[in-house]
T-cell receptor, first 114, second 117 residues
Framework: DAKTTQPNSMESNEEEPVHLPCNHS???????IHWYRQLPSQGPEYVIH???SNVNNRMASLAIAEDRKSSTLILHRATLRDAAVYYC???????????????FGQGTILTVHP | EPEVTQTPSHQVTQMGQEVILRCVPI?????FYWYRQILGQKVEFLVS????????KSEIFDDQFSVERPDGSNFTLKIRSTKLEDSAMYFC???????????????FGSGTQLSVL
């Protein structure tokens, strides 16, 4: 899987928007961009994914750059419960049998202040 | 909302002993996985399982490890002879039918903390 780069940590205040960046300059045309998060003492949790177009769901929005070399996960109003490690992961959509093999990096530790 | 459940939440064992970690995936899911996370390190893929056979395994998943789906609901990870370095949090995950591609979402359990003494 292609490599992603994320800041080690970010901080936010409760009720404010949070923009978590991810660089993936070597992304291929078939790679999907996935975001997972891991709350303290929990397993990873799916957040959102996309290929080319921006995506919205009840948890977050994903903004994908036009050249796809970077993306941003947007939490519209951070809550204390959003404090977690956020992982940006590329998944190869070209086929094969790597079902479910997510390659996690170190992620971004998000701290939310009351 | 359906969830992946793992038991026990904590397991302590002596080096050289066999352990079995148990998972109940979400009921209509067909793809099953084990991951692990050593304290302070990244989450690492171990193995994927579909249609009663291993689809892919990592280099961590050596002959000491095995997986099984003994009935229609459970999915187990067995470590035959545990080593100190097997101490980690082990996560089970599953994904629904119609996926099994890079477009899929994985649903993870809360993990079993394995401590090998």
């Amino acid at each position: 899987d292609a490599k992603t780069t994320q800041p080690n940590s970010m901080e936010s205040n409760e009720e404010e928007p949070v923009h978590l960046p991810c660089n993936h300059s070597t992304i291929s045309g078939t790679d999907y961009i996935h975001w997972y998060r891991q709350l303290p003492s929990q397993g990873p949790e799916y957040v959102i994914h996309g290929l080319t177009s921006n995506v919205n769901n009840r948890m977050a929005s994903l903004a994908i750059a036009e050249d796809r070399k970077s993306s941003t996960l947007i939490l519209h109003r951070a809550t204390l419960r959003d404090a977690a490690v956020y992982y940006c992961i590329l998944r190869d959509g070209a086929g094969g049998t790597s079902y479910g093999k997510l390659t996690f990096g170190q992620g971004t530790i998000l701290t939310v202040h009351p | 909302e359906p969830e992946v459940t793992q038991t026990p939440s904590h397991q302590v064992t002596q080096m050289g002993q066999e352990v079995i970690l148990r998972c109940v995936p979400i009921s209509n899911h067909l793809y099953f996985y084990w991951y692990r996370q050593i304290l302070g390190q990244k989450v690492e893929f171990l193995v994927s399982f579909y249609n009663n056979e291993i689809s892919e395994k990592s280099e961590i998943f050596d002959d000491q490890f095995s997986v099984e789906r003994p009935d229609g609901s459970n999915f187990t990870l067995k470590i035959r002879s545990t080593k100190l370095e097997d101490s980690a949090m082990y996560f089970c995950a599953s994904s629904p039918p119609g996926q099994g591609s890079s477009n899929e979402k994985l649903f993870f359990g809360s993990g079993t903390q394995l401590s090998v003494l």
